[in-house]
């Protein structure tokens, strides 16, 4: 009788061990993904980085050689007879009669129609009204990039990976309701709330654009920045949040690709249908690349 117990206990042992081996392995892979996925964002931020300040360099140039056009070319006596008036203050802000330009007070810019930021970056026509050198709108690029770099870094550590929330319908929890959504399966990551963690780097970067730009530029950057931060990057990773992928199977053999996200703003569950078209500057593109799941097209 104490042969048999002793021989169960040692099976029991045999398969625990071995079971937790399975985990660890499992975890292992995860890590060296991520670590993978984290060096590929990285090395495509400083390429970004070097073909943005080449394209400014030939941007200045061309600037350069459009200004000479006008003392070399059969028109300049009529440009110098028909120059366009100065700035008028008087204005402030009408269209006066006969001028191709007005004067706009800096408070105004704020609901003028044009695009601050895009993929992270101050666009052409943000710094040209904002009145920006090319060392103000590469400090300017260089202050957020930096801010959003410690957050991706920060999210990569906190982040863990854990099973399908039960309000996600995945396997045995999919509804069998006509239309309704059910999915095969599911890859999710829990990330804590980083409020706290990252505060000193937004800190950071208020006090370096107001530094660089002064007051008013800066608020205007800082606005827009907290818009692009709300709709992209879950405002900094206020609150505690589920994302991941999830795979439906077709009527035609195939599975089709969706983004999950659950948090205050979604609720238990958001679930978005990932498409060939998808914006590769978007949430959904960041995190398949972070996660190691490939893309439709792809």
């Known amino acids: 009788m104490k042969k048999l117990l002793i021989a169960a206990v040692s099976v029991i042992a045999v398969l625990l061990w071995r079971h937790q081996r399975s985990e660890l392995k499992i975890l292992q892979i995860r890590n060296e993904r991520l670590a993978a996925s984290a060096q590929v964002l990285i090395d495509r931020a400083q390429s970004a980085q070097?073909?943005?300040?080449?394209?400014?360099?030939?941007?200045?140039?061309?600037?350069?050689?459009?200004?000479?056009?006008?003392?070399?070319?059969?028109?300049?006596?009529?440009?110098?007879?028909?120059?366009?008036?100065?700035?008028?203050?008087?204005?402030?802000?009408?269209?006066?009669?006969?001028?191709?330009?007005?004067?706009?007070?800096?408070?105004?810019?704020?609901?003028?129609?044009?695009?601050?930021?895009?993929g992270g970056h101050l666009t052409d026509e943000a710094a040209a009204l904002l009145g920006m050198s090319p060392a103000d709108r590469e400090a300017a690029d260089k202050t957020f990039g930096d801010l959003l770099d410690q957050f991706h870094r920060?999210?990569?550590?906190?982040?863990?990976?854990?099973?399908?929330?039960?309000?996600?319908?995945?396997?045995?929890?999919?509804?069998?309701?006509?239309?309704?959504?059910?999915?095969?399966?599911?890859?999710?990551?829990?990330?804590?709330?980083?409020?706290?963690?990252?505060?000193?780097?937004?800190?950071?970067?208020?006090?370096?654009l107001q530094q660089n730009l002064g007051a008013s530029r800066a608020d205007i950057i800082s606005s827009a920045a907290d818009s692009y931060l709300r709709q992209n990057l879950s405002d900094l990773g206020a609150g505690d949040r589920l994302v991941g992928f999830l795979w439906q199977a077709e009527s035609d053999g195939t599975k089709s690709l969706w983004y999950g996200v659950a948090d205050d703003r979604n609720g238990e569950g958001s679930f978005e249908r990932v498409g060939q078209n998808l914006d590769l500057n978007s949430p959904i593109a960041y995190y398949a690349q972070l996660f190691g799941v490939k893309l439709p097209g792809q």
Do not use: C
């Open 50 to 118: 070097s073909a943005r300040h080449s394209l400014e360099e030939k941007l200045a140039g061309l600037r350069t050689e459009l200004r000479a056009l006008p003392a070399n070319s059969e028109s300049a006596g009529e440009n110098s007879a028909t120059r366009l008036p100065n700035p008028d203050p008087v204005h402030k802000g009408g269209w006066p009669a006969g001028a191709d330009f007005i004067y706009l007070p800096k408070q105004y810019l704020t609901n003028a129609g044009y695009q601050l930021l895009n």
């Open 154 to 208: 920060l999210e990569i550590q906190r982040m863990q990976p854990v099973g399908p929330p039960t309000g996600w319908p995945v396997g045995s929890a999919g509804s069998t309701a006509p239309g309704a959504i059910s999915f095969d399966s599911a890859l999710v990551y829990h990330v804590p709330d980083l409020s706290a963690d990252i505060s000193t780097a937004q800190a950071t970067f208020q006090a370096a």
